[in-house]
């Protein structure tokens, strides 16, 4: 008995899944989309607290390496000059959804995150795609044609529903954050299995934590927010970052410990100015000629009231007023301030990453298709491929693009 046949089997109803499904479906291929999670595209809805930043106005596709990491962030240079930004604010506009743009191009829907979705489904249904959802995958395998066959080969796919058999198969089953909405590893497991090469996994994006004794002293600042500039890296490789940070119970996060997460090595320490936009040694050397305050007060006139307090409790040279401070305890602190530095002890992990760093080995594929070059008709797009964006729409664009790129090489 012939297997149900379709032209593309696509595993995954996230960003990338969906959206190539709709323009695959589009363009004529009879498509199935299967993903095993109960809800359709759980990670777009709570993506940028529930409104979806899902592209970046300022990403430049002629150097993505500004805004992508990855061993070679050159690879995605095809996809993304190929479906830009723009392109995706036009579909946007075309279904009528209202957006906004919030900080440094990043893109926001004005009501929800759930007109994303729906404009997904929408153009999954202008393709007649179908899709099996809530349905898990068992087993895959490969049958190669013979040589009098024209086609390159087929894969069965033993499913929930029976099996399935396509010319092609797309893998867009994402990272490894969040697995309590359905993320897992099906994606590394079936580069494994085709022996497609892969870069170490971490968590990016995320939070970062210090041990417990360490921390004692800045865990009373939790929940104080601060533009810093935070910097990592050797002099050569070094990565700096202008954001807000925050501090919490167990660690660092907000945008600027998010971003500087996806650079950090295990092992190695931040820096992180706490006053950027001050002249730190200059502001205290006029308080102390001027003021007869205490320096937390002082203090307090150039960084957050709480910071300024927890900071000048540490030595007893700062715990006067500023008028009776020696002009190297006032550089001291200065220097302190402007130098944090501390080395994180690990990171919150995949329960609160955003992203997974790493993933299919991008030497393995096309960048003109996304599919394996020693594997005929086997692609992989969005967030399982060593591809990681920024915060801040970039991993959504990453996921339309790369899409967008299998779709039209089916
Ligand atoms: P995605 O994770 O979207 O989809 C993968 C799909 O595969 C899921 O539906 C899953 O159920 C399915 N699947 C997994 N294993 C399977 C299996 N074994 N069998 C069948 N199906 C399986 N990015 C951005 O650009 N802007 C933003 O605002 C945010 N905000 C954000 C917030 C939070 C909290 C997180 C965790 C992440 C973000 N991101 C983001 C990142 C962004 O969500 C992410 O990069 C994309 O969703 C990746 O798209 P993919 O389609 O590759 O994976």
């Known amino acids: 008995m012939s297997l149900p046949f ?32 109960d809800k359709v595209a759980e990670k777009i809805r709570i993506s940028g607290g529930g409104r979806c930043n899902f592209t970046n106005r300022d990403l430049d596709p002629a150097a993505p390496h500004k805004h992508f990491v990855g061993q070679n962030p050159q690879f995605c240079r095809s996809a ?15 279904h009528g959804i209202p957006f906004h743009e919030k900080h440094k191009g990043q893109l926001f829907a004005d009501r929800s995150a759930e007109d994303i979705i729906a404009m997904l489904l929408a153009e999954c249904e202008a393709g007649g795609v179908t899709r099996w959802q809530p349905c898990g ?63 170490e996994r971490k968590p990016g994006l995320v939070p970062l934590t210090f041990d417990g004794a360490g921390w004692a002293p800045y865990a009373q600042l939790a929940g104080l927010a601060l533009p810093v500039q935070i910097s990592t890296g050797a002099k050569k490789s070094r990565m700096a970052f202008d954001e807000d940070l925050l501090f919490t119970h167990r660690g660092l996060s907000g945008p ?65 007023p500023i008028n009776e401070a020696s002009d190297k305890a006032l550089a001291r602190l200065a220097e302190q301030l402007a130098r944090w530095e501390l080395t994180p002890t690990g990171t919150e992990g995949y329960n609160k990453a955003e992203v997974t760093l790493g993933g299919v080995d991008t030497k393995a594929l096309s960048q003109q298709t996304m599919e394996c070059k020693a594997q005929p008709g ?17 991993n959504f664009q990453w996921a339309w693009a790369s899409a967008h790129a299998c779709a039209h090489a089916l």
Do not use: M
Not at 138 to 152: G, N, Q, V, W
Not at 166 to 182: F, N
């Open 6 to 37: 379709f032209d593309a089997i696509i595993i995954g109803a996230g960003a990338a899944g969906l959206f190539c499904a709709g323009q695959a479906g589009q363009r004529g291929l009879k498509v199935l989309l299967i993903d095993h999670a």
């Open 80 to 94: 993304l000059s190929r479906y830009t930004p723009a392109d995706f604010i036009a579909l946007v506009q075309k």
């Open 137 to 199: 995958v068992r087993k895959i395998d490969f049958l190669a044609s013979s040589a009098s066959e024209s086609c390159r080969g087929s894969y069965q796919i033993d499913t929930d529903r029976g099996p399935v058999s396509a010319g092609a198969l797309v893998i867009a089953t994402g990272g490894l954050s969040i697995p309590k909405i359905g993320a897992t590893d099906f994606g590394y497991r079936l580069a494994q299995q085709f022996n497609i090469p892969l870069v």
């Open 256 to 320: 600027a410990v998010l971003q500087i997460s996806s650079y950090w090595q295990e092992g190695t320490p931040l820096a992180i100015n706490l006053a950027p936009t001050v002249d730190l040694p200059a502001a205290l050397a006029q308080g102390k000629a001027r003021s007869r305050k205490l320096v937390s007060n002082e203090l307090a006139t150039l960084v957050p009231s709480r910071l300024a307090d927890a900071w000048a409790s540490r030595e007893a040279d700062w715990q006067r």
């Open 378 to 394: 086997l692609y992989f797009i969005g967030e399982v491929v060593d591809v990681t964006g920024w915060l801040g729409g970039y």
